[in-house]
């Protein structure tokens, strides 16, 4: 075949066509190209590659470039995507739509699944198949496994006696069964006997061996046969599918356990069905590196896969062991050293003089021999061994950007107390040598008083020695007398608080990691009353000697100064309506100096439109400026397309303002746009006179004449959006009533007794002054965010928190993934997103965040990268801010409680960080990792770049 070059793969496939959009250097790109190349360069020789790049570094592009170029070649081959969960299904289907290739062909689409029945049938007629994994812990009802019995029972011709003897020992606890047949119930609900049974006799063999080993009995063992007839679904199911040219496997760390259920399905059902298979993690390998075996064992399944797979896997593994052995000895010997003869082998190694050292000291010596050992096994055995299989690309400046922050939070005063009797409850448990899980009931202390309250150890005292049953009810009190409406004594959940709440002050978002609901939730509730108060706090500033029932009412009197003062920009009566709408004659027709010289005129045509309308009763009663705007807006667009046709610019948009329908549902034409259609059956008994006309015209520098980023907007939604943002920025926890109103003040404007007209023209000072120009700014990076964004998002969007102005969400409230993404992505509200395990990995939310907060620490420094890759993706906030200012950071908080828990769990998963980091990539540096209070010498430049394992493309194009 013809050579494959850069120039080859870009002559089918452009990467590079939505880099500036999503804000990706070219040099990334370029890189993803060079993955792309050597990824297929891979897969000519051997089964499958695992695409470990670091998190958010595009790893979904690289492994859809690899497949289109294989669709390239051969235009109908299969291809199988499999995502950790229905939820990942969306994120692959979307980025296949954005994706610079035609994967479909004729009939054959890109087609998304959930059930195993579904798949079954979409892999023989789809171009490519996206299904969750969990599609095979299915089957496992009373009926599909009476039927799996049946259907072994006629595939050996067994008899009915023997079936149902087979089924009592199965459900012992069942008096009768659901009426199955073998020969008449569809396998999967789909396929005939016919079509399976060539394939029964293979299914069954291994529930053979057992029944033949203890007959009847072996039904007894409930938990090993459903084992084996899962195995057999599978291996069925695995032979009605036509044979997969490539297999790509996200997140494929998740299938490192080789005794689940899940990851035995998966290697039976593809076994000998897929040619090649691509697996996406940026964790291969979490707390030890016999998980890799796992994506080998997947590997072997390929068709055409050779025999010594496993042997060769099980020789570089033992080397890795060796090689893990040997480094630890040198960093122990390192870190033992002397700092200045640490500094003088340093400058002497840096030199190449190492050797000559070596000789005259003892203590070198042994450096330069570990140092050789290392070297030789690296070059000759390690980089060789993962070269083979992986791809890995780094971030070169991580260690430049990313601010580790340990925050030791201490437990005093009061705080004190529950931590302190908690120490002896446990302690007088281990003492009378009582089971019990510690290490969770000590993370659930440390995460919040909330969560402690609602651990087994604390309400269940059955069977607790006598002396510790005393201090468990001391306890539980004081967690019922702590934990009454409030969490804000718990040292950690005040300091978590106060850090997201002062950064939401600075217009900073904050991503909190929790696995602990009853803190989640707990967390949720203090921000959004702490917030409140804060609310309240600047409230005061405008209106010292009010107090907060006057600004927000209570209960049933909802008549605060805000509410007011809100309802006033909304009342279509009120000239204030007109203040965050947009004035079209300005933007959108950019025709309102010419509208304001002939105004005369416009308003006699205006006039006429009104009196074709029929109102409702208050807005016929009363001017009402809704109807106002769309008269003026659409007089003015007929009078000037009737005198400058031939020489306007932007005559499709004034022609859209003279359509009659514009009058009556705005500027998306269509009946039903929320807040814009004028019905009713009344005269309007008001005219428009010039002074309202030249309101509706507006002036200069409005709100939305500032923000560029609307001439993106598709015009249909453009009404929808500028509505909806109009309604954010008046709500109760939204301070931009505060900042407008305290700038008006400090202009001059009275604001004890609001005139609306005087605001209205004030509004222009304030889009340009120190606290208005921020509003201005933060609304056209919405909107420049919310163009760019797919019609579903764009709706997710304006049907998420931006209705009601919540300044935290959580993930336990029910709301999509998807929802919770797109509202955190945007420059508004919600400020804080408080996520457990489901948020963890599969999703960006870096586009306005750049701080990560560990309340809930985990063992697992695998789970600890994923967290901070949903922040540090390609085109991320951090990203974009460092290219003016390379003093930002992205910034990872461990907030840990003095002497307890989160201080071992933190050291310990730091250790595990380290080699996690070094065998995939990262130079060694005992500095990030050492807990000691003198940070050690750092090793010589060249040393660390002689170590550091390369697993980078490498592609010569």
């Known amino acids: 075949m013809k050579q494959r070059t850069r120039e080859w793969l870009q002559s089918f496939l452009r990467l590079d066509h939505r880099a500036e959009a999503d804000g990706i250097p070219m040099s990334d790109v370029r890189r993803q190209e060079d993955t792309v190349l050597r990824a297929l360069e891979m897969l000519d020789a051997q089964p499958g590659i695992v695409l470990a790049d670091e998190v958010g570094m595009g790893k979904t592009f690289e492994a859809l470039g690899v497949a289109a170029a294989l669709k390239h070649k051969k235009t109908n081959a299969r291809v199988v995507i499999l995502t950790p969960g229905p939820d990942l299904n969306n994120k692959w289907s979307s980025e296949f739509s954005r994706f610079p290739f035609n994967f479909e062909s004729g009939r054959r689409k890109v087609t998304t699944v959930t059930k195993l029945r579904e798949f079954v049938g979409a892999v ?151 040619r090649k298979a691509v697996f996406l993690t940026a964790t291969p390998f979490q707390l030890d590196i016999k998980e890799l075996k796992e994506v080998f064992a997947v590997f072997s399944k390929a068709k055409g896969a050779t025999r010594d797979l496993k042997t060769e896997v099980d020789q570089l593994l033992g080397k890795i062991r060796e090689y893990q052995t040997l480094y630890d000895e040198f960093q122990n010997t390192w870190l033992s050293l002397e700092p200045d003869f640490a500094e003088t082998f340093s400058k002497a190694y840096e030199a190449g003089r190492e050797e000559s050292l070596s000789a005259e000291d003892q203590v070198a010596k042994i450096l330069v021999d570990q140092i050789t050992g290392l070297r030789q096994l690296k070059e000759s055995e390690i980089e060789p061994g993962f070269r083979k299989w992986m791809i890995r690309s780094l971030r070169k400046d991580k260690r430049n950007y990313r601010n580790h922050v340990p925050e030791s939070v201490p437990s005093s005063s009061e705080g004190c107390l529950p931590f302190l009797v908690y120490e002896r409850f446990i302690a007088e448990i281990f003492r009378r040598r009582h089971r019990t899980h510690k290490a969770a009931a000590e993370i659930n202390m440390v995460s919040s008083y909330s969560a402690a309250k609602k651990g087994a150890i604390i309400n269940n005292g059955d069977g607790l020695p006598e002396d510790a049953e005393v201090y468990r009810k001391l306890l539980k009190r004081l967690l019922r007398t702590f934990g009454t409406g409030a969490d804000g004594d718990h040292p950690k959940v005040k300091h978590v608080l106060l850090d997201s709440l002062d950064a939401a002050d600075k217009g900073e978002k904050t991503l909190i990691f929790c696995t602990r609901i009853a803190t989640l939730r707990q967390l949720r509730r203090e921000l959004d009353a702490v917030w409140e108060s804060r609310i309240l706090a600047r409230w005061r500033e405008v209106y010292p000697d009010a107090n907060e029932h006057e600004l927000f009412g209570d209960g049933a009197d909802k008549k605060g100064r805000h509410t007011l003062l809100q309802s006033r920009f909304h009342r279509t009566q009120d000239i204030l309506y007109l203040a965050l709408r947009e004035p079209y004659l300005q933007t959108f027709a950019a025709i309102g100096d010419w509208a304001s010289n002939n105004l005369e005129e416009i308003v006699v045509e205006a006039n006429g439109v009104l009196q074709g309308l029929r109102l409702g009763k208050t807005a016929a009663a009363k001017i009402d400026y809704l109807a106002t705007k769309r008269c003026v807006e659409h007089a003015a667009a007929k009078l000037w397309v009737a005198r400058h046709t031939r020489e306007n610019d932007n005559l499709d948009r004034l022609t859209r303002l003279c359509e009659p329908d514009f009058v009556l549902h705005g500027l998306d034409l269509e009946k039903g746009e929320a807040g814009s259609q004028l019905s009713g059956s009344e005269q309007p008994q008001w005219t428009i006179n010039q002074r309202s006309a030249r309101l509706v015209i507006g002036q200069k520098g409005s709100l939305w004449e500032r923000c560029n980023a609307i001439e993106k907007l598709d015009i249909g939604l453009r009404a929808k959006t500028i509505e909806s943002l109009a309604r954010y920025l008046t709500f109760k926890q939204v301070p931009f009533l505060t900042d407008l109103l305290r700038t008006a003040q400090l202009s001059g404007v009275a604001t004890d007794s609001i005139h609306s007209e005087d605001l209205l023209k004030f509004l222009p000072t304030f889009w340009i002054a120190k606290t208005g120009k921020p509003w201005g700014n933060q609304l056209n990076r919405f909107l420049g965010y919310f163009s760019g964004r797919e019609h579903e998002q764009q709706l997710d969007i304006l049907e998420g928190p931006i209705r009601t102005g919540e300044f935290a969400r959580h993930t336990a409230q029910g709301q999509s993934r998807e929802k919770l993404r797109e509202a955190f992505n945007t420059p508004l509200f919600p400020m804080v997103l408080i996520a457990n395990e489901v948020m963890q990995e599969g999703l960006d939310l870096h586009k306005q965040c750049r701080r990560v907060v560990h309340h809930d620490l985990v063992w697992n420094p695998a789970q600890v990268e994923q967290r901070i890759g949903r922040i540090d993706r390609l085109g991320s906030l951090t990203s974009l801010m460092r290219e003016t200012d390379s003093t930002v950071s992205l910034d990872a908080l461990y907030p840990a409680i003095e002497g307890t828990i989160d201080e071992r769990m933190y050291r310990t998963v730091k250790t595990r960080e380290k080699w996690l980091e070094f065998l995939l990539g990262a130079p060694p540096d005992f500095s990030e990792y050492s807990f000691e209070e003198q940070e050690p010498v750092p090793l010589p430049d060249r040393l660390a770049k002689e170590l550091a394992i390369d697993l980078s493309p490498n592609v010569n194009c």
């Open 124 to 274: 023989g007629q789809s171009s490519v198949t996206i299904a969750p994994v969990t599609m095979f812990q299915s089957g496992r009802g009373t009926r599909e496994q009476s039927y799996l019995i049946a259907l072994y029972c006629y595939s050996r011709g067994l008899h009915g006696n023997t079936r149902n003897a087979m089924l009592d020992r199965y459900f012992p606890d069942m008096r009768y069964y659901e009426n199955v047949d073998a020969e008449t119930d569809l396998f999967l609900k789909e396929f005939t006997l016919d079509e399976i049974e060539p394939h029964l006799e293979k299914a069954f063999r291994r529930l053979d061996a057992l029944f033949e080993s203890d007959g009847l009995e072996a039904f007894t063992r409930k938990k090993l046969v459903r084992r084996l007839l899962m195995v057999a679904r599978s291996y069925i199911a695995g032979q009605l599918f036509p044979p997969i040219e490539l297999l790509i496997i996200d997140e494929a760390h998740k299938l490192k356990n080789p005794t689940s259920l899940r990851s035995e399905a998966l290697r039976t059902i593809f076994h000998n069905r897929f």
